[in-house]
């Protein structure tokens, strides 16, 4: 089974690493020579270098040029991790077994951008790692294989990204065989029970004191490495938020949100929010909390 893979992420490197572990037959990899939108951006070049596997660096999957790559590889099929670009038909129906994509929400419901950012914002228990068909919707194909990750209390994005990694390692093993066939075309999707998550934008990441200290501290863990940190601005200086703790101490409840003060029963500095008060933990630049003053 002769594999083309596509990515440009730190999960992608991790899949394709997979594979390599497990000696398949990789006849090229395309990935991308810088990325700016994603900030879980990797090179696959070095990784390819190594190995010996033919690499295409791309900035559009869709360009001439890269078709025309694709079909002198002739792959049997696809694989494309960690690619924001959606793949249009003149590559979808180059490879006879098909497209292969993934995407870490339990499809069909929370298709579209961001799963994991919005899985912990919105502060579900459970997402999934999903294999799936890929065709000319977004991620509308048949599914392959999906096994639910559960999202724990402590999980920031790193936690979960490291879960799902892990997850869909051993998943990839499993369907290699599987997808190895033809005549295989997976599970539909019941379009009945999806919806799609929109793509975000750097004003999402900005905290607003006036949100309850559970939904500043939710925004923190989303936005936590390998992402670009959810972000305040005080005194025209943007800080970093990388770790924070929520409280629902009742201390100073007439405190307008964004006023820092000190806990007396907690003995520490924190911010007034709409609900509660924040601690934060680890801010980059550091910040030094001043008591009775405003962020």
Not at 21 to 36: A, M, P, R
Not at 103 to 128: C, M, Y
Not at 157 to 169: D, T
Request: aromatic share 10%; hydrophobic share 35%; with cysteine.
């Amino acid at each position: 089974m002769k594999i083309l893979f596509i990515g440009t992420v730190e999960f992608s490197y991790h899949l394709l690493e997979t594979l390599i572990e497990e000696n398949s037959e990789l006849i090229g990899v395309i990935s991308d020579t810088d990325n700016h939108i994603n900030s879980d951006y990797v090179n696959l070049k070095p990784i390819c270098d190594k190995n010996k596997i033919p690499c295409l660096l791309s900035k559009n999957i869709n360009s001439p040029e890269t078709l025309s790559w694709i079909k002198d590889k002739s792959p049997d099929i696809i694989f494309c991790f960690g690619w924001s670009q959606l793949i249009k038909e003149d590559i979808l129906k180059i490879p006879h077994l098909g497209v292969i994509g993934y995407h870490p929400a339990e499809l069909p419901k929370n298709r579209g951008r961001h799963p994991i950012i919005w899985a912990l914002a919105l502060g579900l228990k459970k997402t999934a790692s999903t294999f799936f068909y890929i065709d000319e919707g977004a991620d509308t194909g048949n599914l392959i294989d999906q096994r639910i990750v559960l999202i724990e209390e402590d999980d920031d994005a790193k936690a979960l990204y490291s879960k799902l990694i892990v997850q869909a390692k051993k998943q990839l093993k499993d369907i290699l065989p599987i997808i190895n066939n033809k005549n295989y075309h997976g599970t539909p999707q019941d379009d009945s029970l999806s919806n799609y998550w929109r793509k975000r934008y750097e004003s999402d990441g900005q905290i607003d004191w006036r949100m309850s200290a559970d939904k500043v501290h939710k925004l923190v863990k989303a936005l936590s490495k390998p992402y670009i940190g959810a972000h305040f601005i005080s005194k025209n200086i943007e800080y970093k938020v990388w770790k924070s703790k929520a409280h629902s101490i009742k201390e100073f409840s007439n405190f307008e949100p964004g006023k820092i003060f000190k806990s007396q029963a907690l003995d520490k500095l924190l911010i007034k929010c709409g609900d509660g008060a924040i601690e934060l933990i680890e801010t980059e630049p550091k910040i030094d909390l001043i008591n009775g003053s405003y962020l």
